[in-house]
């Protein structure tokens, strides 16, 4: 068994790894399963423990937000293994065209590169979360049922999206958290970042409990998957 709790005192307080990847919601344990199958050293860090805790949801209560109200700073924010995925539904919907496209009505510039190179990320993913057998493309399954998308008008856009079948990603992946090959280190709130001697790579990263233990990682490469809120106050 490789989930590692910190706030346990058989836990070693100094441990390395090649990649360490903060945050075990849907992106950190999705790229953390992905990189260990390909062989590589990974350890995955939660702030949170194995199942939902009021001590770890708290720390949400001291989060504000100036201008414009968001419940999301509080509602939707989940810190345990394996984040909101232990609530959501599971529906997968890829991001659409305009997306990328510049919006000056929005003040909104384009992205550096279109929706087709996403396409080929897309389908790995889908393979990861097992949905190979599913129908990749709409026009698919309007096929396969022998019937023509309902004609709503042109102010409507109709669309199809997937579902999960085990929305719960620490379930999904339970063989690969619980391997030999990858690393999970639950009650670990990360509360620093360490540079290397260059100072364009992190090099440590310093965990503390709320019981007042504290750890250190050190990584050859750090992934940030914390959800955007946690990453810009790291």
């Known amino acids: 068994m490789t989930i590692l709790d910190l706030e346990k005192a058989d836990t070693p307080s100094e441990l390395s790894c090649d990649i360490a990847i903060i945050g075990a919601g849907a992106v950190g344990i999705a790229m953390a399963v992905a990189l260990s199958r390909k062989g590589h050293d990974v350890v995955l860090l939660e702030a949170g423990g194995v199942s939902l805790e009021a001590q770890s949801q708290n720390i949400f209560h001291g989060a504000r937000s100036t201008g414009f109200k968001l419940d999301g700073l509080h509602a939707g924010r989940f810190r345990l293994l394996g984040g909101t995925t232990n609530f959501w539904g599971g529906q997968l919907v890829p991001f659409d065209p305009i997306v990328f496209e510049s919006r000056p009505w929005l003040n909104c510039e384009g992205w550096l590169f279109g929706r087709e190179v996403l396409t080929p990320y897309y389908a790995r993913a889908m393979s990861l979360l097992g949905m190979d057998a599913g129908e990749a493309t709409d026009e698919a399954v309007w096929a396969r049922a022998d019937t023509d998308p309902p004609d709503i008008g042109e102010d409507l856009e109709l669309f199809l999206t997937r579902w999960v079948k085990t929305p719960n990603f620490s379930k999904m992946f339970k063989a690969d958290l619980l391997g030999p090959k990858l690393k999970v280190l639950v009650h670990a709130n990360v509360t620093g970042l360490e540079g290397d001697e260059t100072g364009q790579a ?33």
């Open 202 to 234: 992190i090099s440590r990263i310093h965990m503390r409990t709320f019981g007042d233990r504290s750890a250190t990682l050190s990584a050859r490469r750090t992934i940030m998957f914390s959800g955007t809120v946690e990453i810009a106050r790291l």
